[in-house]
């Protein structure tokens, strides 16, 4: 089986600006930023989408959330506020299907979308 881009990028195949690793997920800075702070939190498992979930992957996308919440910190927009995404399917702008969370922030965000 072919690897994705995402796989890639977790095994060092393509490089990108790392922000946080450990055993289940991974964390870089996306290449097109769409926020001062812009990062991509995904497992290191690959996941095409939400869509196919399975009950054993509970703890895992738990632990998105808190790598998500740790990193804001670390990245000093906690306070200020932030945005998680999560795109699934086409029609909702996933471009890369392997699971990953967005970590938008930075500066005032528009609602619903920014
Ligand atoms: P999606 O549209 O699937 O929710 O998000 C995919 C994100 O991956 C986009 O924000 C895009 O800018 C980012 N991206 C695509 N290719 C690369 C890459 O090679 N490196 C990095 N760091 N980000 C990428
Ligand atoms: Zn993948």
Do not use: W
């Not at 939400?50 to 740790?70: C, M, P, S, W």
């Not at 399917?89 to 965000?109: E, N, R, S, V, Y």
Request: charged share 15%.
């Amino acid at each position: 089986m072919t690897k994705c881009i995402f796989c890639k990028i977790i095994t060092g195949e393509i490089p990108s600006a790392n922000v946080y690793r450990d055993e289940q997920v991974t964390a870089f800075r996306d290449i097109n930023p769409a926020a001062p702070t812009h990062i991509l939190i995904l497992p290191n498992k690959h996941i095409d989408s939400v869509n196919v979930l399975i009950d054993d992957d509970e703890q895992l996308i738990g632990h998105l959330f808190t790598t998500a919440k740790n990193i804001a910190a670390q990245e000093g927009i906690a306070e200020g506020g932030y945005r998680l995404i999560m795109n699934t399917g086409a029609g909702a702008g996933q471009t890369i299907f392997h699971i990953h969370l967005h970590l938008l922030g930075g500066a005032p965000m528009k609602h619903p979308m920014g």
